[in-house]
């Protein structure tokens, strides 16, 4: 089994997500990046914009709106000041 990312998602009202997964795309402030398990440590501030959380086949979205993202070797967070999850709705 592939090597998993620690992330968490919190905002000062809420933790929005935490978990196991293989990828995350965010909104820095010098561009978008994305981060795999046993990326690089480094820290960077957000911009408004999506989280793009993704595991296997599943996929969340959450809009961000500032922050940061600090990526250590114990995983990925994401201290946004506020953020809410996308909801794709079907017609």
């Not at 994305?34 to 999506?50: D, I, K, R, W």
């Not at 969340?60 to 990925?76: I, L, N, P, T, Y």
Request: proline share 4%.
């Amino acid at each position: 089994m592939a090597e998993k990312l620690h992330v968490s998602l919190v905002t000062p009202e809420a933790k929005l997500f935490e978990g196991e997964v293989d990828q995350v795309v965010a909104p820095g402030s010098e561009g978008e990046f994305g981060v795999l398990a046993n990326h690089a440590p480094f820290m960077t501030t957000l911009s408004e914009g999506p989280v793009v959380i993704l595991d296997g086949t599943s996929k969340r979205v959450f809009q961000v709106r500032g922050g940061f993202a600090d990526v250590s070797e114990d995983g990925m967070t994401i201290l946004a000041e506020s953020a809410e999850e996308y909801v794709e709705t079907v017609h």
